[in-house]
T-cell receptor
Framework: TQLLEQSPQFLSIQEGENLTVYCNSS?????LQWYRQEPGEGPVLLVT?????EVKKLKRLTFQFGDARKDSSLHITAAQPGDTGLYLC???????????FGSGTKLNVKP | GAVVSQHPSRVICKSGTSVKIECRSL??????MFWYRQFPKQSLMLMAT?????????EQGVEKDKFLINHASLTLSTLTVTSAHPEDSSFYIC?????????????????FGPGTRLTVL
């Protein structure tokens, strides 16, 4: 059983479209991270959110941590082919503790 | 940024042999490293937490005698897959947490290695 469920599992869109990926759990997290992973490589950290309701922006990416710190979303505006990859959320239940990864969302942006 | 290396990047072995994978933090010290396993088209599953100078902490369902972890220094953790079988074939990834993060880096930020592809024939 996955502690963090992501939706959708797969997403194939055209360049220029917007999309949102969701990361949900019944557990409360002290912090939550989003990663992007290319095939055959390790994940690369995009953002860390720690406060309920927090919103962070990274260029065309907007991350939100739910008020109750049980869920998060990643919104990409005007997706580009370079955004293609596996997006993973990861949550820690205690400060400075180990992170558990979500089920992953595979994004394909077609030119 | 912080760099974590893994060696080897790929390994193919026969069933029944043991394979050692190294994880090194190249430009920072890590008292804590994590080992993950990732099956094709799936997410990362945390296997164990490697603690420098003490025993590793294994996640539920992970056999500690099967996956031996040694964290003998602040920059090196090793994972040995003992008596490997085809079902152990997977992508093994380590991560390391900076013991003394510099400005702009969070204490609980973990840096991932490039992964090791293990294939057991």
């Amino acid at each position: 059983t996955q502690l963090l469920e992501q939706s959708p599992q797969f997403l194939s869109i055209q360049e220029g479209e917007n999309l949102t990926v969701y990361c949900n759990s019944s557990s409360v997290f002290s912090s939550l991270q989003w990663y992007r992973q290319e095939p055959g490589e390790g994940p690369v950290l995009l953002v860390t959110v720690v406060t309920g309701g927090e919103v962070k922006k990274l260029k065309r990416l907007t991350f939100q941590f739910g008020d109750a710190r049980k869920d998060s979303s990643l919104h990409i505006t005007a997706a580009q082919p370079g955004d293609t990859g596996l997006y993973l959320c990861a949550g820690a239940r205690d400060n400075f503790n180990k992170f558990y990864f979500g089920s992953g969302t595979k994004l394909n942006v077609k030119p | 940024g912080a760099v974590v290396s893994q060696h080897p990047s790929r390994v193919i072995c026969k069933s029944g042999t043991s394979v050692k994978i190294e994880c090194r933090s190249l430009d920072f010290q890590a008292t804590t490293m994590f080992w993950y396993r990732q099956f094709p088209k799936q997410s990362l599953m945390l296997m164990a937490t490697s603690n420098e100078g003490s025993k590793a902490t294994y996640e539920q369902g992970v056999e500690k005698d099967k996956f031996l972890i040694n964290h003998a220094s602040l920059t090196l953790s090793t994972l040995t897959v003992t008596s490997a079988h085809p079902e152990d074939s997977s992508f093994y990834i380590c991560s390391a947490r900076d013991q003394l993060p510099t400005s702009g880096r969070a204490l609980n930020e973990q840096f991932f290695g490039p992964g090791t592809r293990l294939t057991v024939l």
